[in-house]
């Protein structure tokens, strides 16, 4: 079998010669794009159709002929529970069944190929419910460029210095996350990266950053407002040209903190790991963000299914992710507010617009002087298969934490990781309890508030 160091050059080779497609496709006029956009949704209706039992029950009725984006709102929408439910009869490929990825999941320790050629990750997503993807060879590639190529244009058109640029991430540490693992399939020497794990030390990040002076800081948002009010102290200098923040909202407050700490330009990176980047910041024309509109069908609606027009807030979106053909998600539930603008961007550009999309940032929880970012609970939740919801709530010296499993799951020995993550990071005797439940209690939205801090406990369902 093919070593994973042969495979990944290979990949890293496929990614080089794609790129400048993908970046020219960043300049289509919005006709192109809309073009582009039903070819390929028809090419993955007839995929769905032929290699997807389950989309074929669904979409056997769906004339090709006739489908593109002004027809799209008649095919049914699918949820996170939907593809969890029946994974095995969604997924194109009959040997990426659910238990085999979840076994390639668990074995995880760094970036690895499944049969050669497929890449898998888990989720949690806003919802708090977990998610299994896989993406295959070229899927992967459109997964990460679709996430730097803006990068590497912007990078193109620096003056040359002495060394090639270095992008820090503060992000998760975990191979079951698809950037942290993308990263490293594509890690290449034109751009190199320095990978912190937001379950470090603060203090720990503070001095690795001081010592690599990244030229591009990429990160939790929640991570870069923790080191932001490092920078202000006077404890982080660095001086990074571009900050760039992603899955977690951008709230006006941070952006400006962001902005002050370092004066240079923030972006917004709006990703998910059913997609990879959904919208990124223009930063050229306006303070919106560009969508994909070349690899997605991003579709604003109301909690009622009912389409929101440019300039309202939508409750949520529709997902059609129009190059994993692997794993077919049409008209996909995410359950983010996204606004739409109007009008197409000043920069020229032929992608449409969204605003910084809204909600609400997982709680840091503070003891006393150490801060816990949410991915040290996350993480060694995200990696028990068995787990598919969990609320989390601070206590003095620790949390309790409520799940709800579709299996058997050691809870014992998760209590013991999550206990192991929180003295790692510095806070003393940890005490933490998971106990499983039927259901867990949700806002009127839907949406699950995962984290509650200790100030807020009793308030777990207002937002
Ligand atoms: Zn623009």
């Known amino acids: ?27 289509w006029p919005a006709a192109q794009l809309a073009a582009h956009r039903g070819a390929g949704l028809r090419r993955l209706v007839q995929t769905a159709q032929t290699a997807s039992p389950w989309h074929r029950k669904r979409l056997e009725h769906v004339d090709l002929d006739s489908l593109d984006e002004a027809t799209l709102a008649a095919l049914p929408t699918m949820t996170k529970d939907d593809l969890m439910a029946n994974f095995d009869e969604i997924i194109t490929d009959d040997r990426l069944r659910l238990d085999v990825v979840e076994d390639h999941l668990k074995r995880l320790t760094d970036d690895a ?18 998610g299994v993807f896989v993406y295959d060879w070229d899927g992967w590639t459109t997964a990460y460029l679709g ?8 990078l193109a058109a620096w003056p040359k210095a002495a060394h090639p640029p270095l992008v820090a991430t503060v992000a998760s540490g975990t191979a079951t ?5 993308a990263t490293q399939t594509f890690s290449t020497p034109r751009l190199a990266t320095r990978p912190f794990a937001v379950t470090q030390p603060v203090a720990e990040i503070v001095a690795g950053l001081g010592d690599c002076q990244p030229d591009l800081l990429f990160g939790y948002t929640s991570a870069l407002h923790a080191l932001s009010r490092e920078a202000r102290a006077g404890r982080l200098r660095i001086a990074p040209r571009l900050v760039i923040a992603t899955s977690e909202p951008l709230l006006p407050e941070i952006r400006a903190e962001l902005e002050q700490a370092w004066d240079v330009p923030v972006l917004n990176y709006y990703a998910c790991s059913e997609a990879g980047a959904v919208a990124i910041s223009c930063h050229r024309g306006s303070d919106g963000l560009h969508l994909a509109d070349d690899l997605l069908i991003v579709e604003p609606v109301t909690s009622r299914d009912e389409p929101v027009p440019p300039g309202g807030r939508a409750d949520k979106i529709y997902l059609t992710n129009l ?30 617009l969204i605003a910084d999309p809204q909600g609400r ?11 816990v970012h949410p991915h040290v609970f996350r993480s060694p939740l995200s990696r028990h298969r068995s787990i598919i919801e969990y609320q989390i709530r601070q206590t003095a010296r620790g949390a309790t934490i409520t799940v709800v499993c579709d299996g058997p ?22 005490q933490v ?26 308030q777990a369902y207002h937002r």
């Not at 940032?361 to 801060?371: E, R």
Request: glycine share 10%; proline share 5%; aromatic share 8%.
């Open 1 to 27: 079998m093919t070593g994973y160091e042969e495979l990944r050059l290979r990949h890293v080779r496929d990614a080089m010669a794609a790129a400048g497609e993908l970046i020219g496709q960043l300049d």
């Open 113 to 130: 190929y499944l049969f050669g050629r497929y890449h898998a990750g888990a989720s949690s997503g806003s919802t708090g419910r977990r």
């Open 147 to 154: 996430v730097v190529r803006q990068l590497l244009r912007e």
């Open 177 to 181: 996350h698809i950037f942290y693992s």
């Open 323 to 352: 190059f994993n053909h692997t794993l077919p998600l049409i008209r996909y539930e995410i359950t983010d507010e996204v606004t739409l603008l109007d009008g197409p961007c000043r920069c020229g550009s032929g992608h449409r």
């Open 361 to 371: 940032l997982d709680d840091t929880f503070d003891y006393g002087q150490i801060a």
């Open 409 to 430: 799951a050691d809870l014992p020995a998760l209590e013991a990781e999550l206990a192991a993550g929180l003295t790692g990071i510095g806070v003393p005797s940890p």
């Open 433 to 458: 309890s998971v106990t499983p439940a039927a259901s867990i209690e949700r806002h009127a939205t839907g949406k699950l508030r995962r984290f509650v801090p200790l100030a807020d406990a009793g």
